[in-house]
């Protein structure tokens, strides 16, 4: 059973950074397909950004430029840098990892993070 533990999120200013994380345990982290999903209040989860194993990424066109996503296998983490942040960012981040190459459908990962809530103000 994988478990994937979301941290980082938090309350910044428009035009500010954040960094998320998130951990996983079981399983072989390397050989898993990454993803960052988000859902703002009264929204569909929607894909934000996802990283092969191989570490090729892939990007909502939203987030193009201000977002990287990266990999650690050696901590099994993924991380998301946000930069430039907008208030339309402003949501319950989750971070999901399944036997994919990368993908946006939600539907193709099997485990799912808690979430974390990040909030820009404008």
């Known amino acids: 059973q994988v478990q994937l533990v979301e941290s980082g999120g938090g309350l910044v200013q428009a035009g500010g950074s954040l960094r998320l994380s998130c951990a996983a345990s079981?399983?072989?982290?390397?050989?898993?397909?990454l993803g960052w999903f988000r859902q703002a209040p009264g929204k569909e989860r929607e894909f934000v950004t996802a990283?092969?194993?191989?570490?090729?990424?892939y990007y909502v066109d939203s987030v193009k430029g201000r977002f990287t996503i990266s990999r650690d296998n050696g901590k099994n983490t993924v991380y998301l840098q946000m930069n430039s942040l907008k208030p339309e960012d402003t949501a319950v981040y989750y971070c999901?990892?399944?036997?994919?190459?990368?993908?946006?459908?939600?539907?193709?990962?099997?485990?799912w993070g808690q979430g974390t809530q990040v909030t820009v103000s404008s």
């Open positions: 079981g399983g072989i982290f390397s050989t898993y397909g």
């Open positions: 990283i092969s194993w191989t570490a090729s990424t």
């Open positions: 999901a990892a399944g036997y994919v190459s990368f993908t946006a459908k939600a539907s193709e990962y099997a485990y």
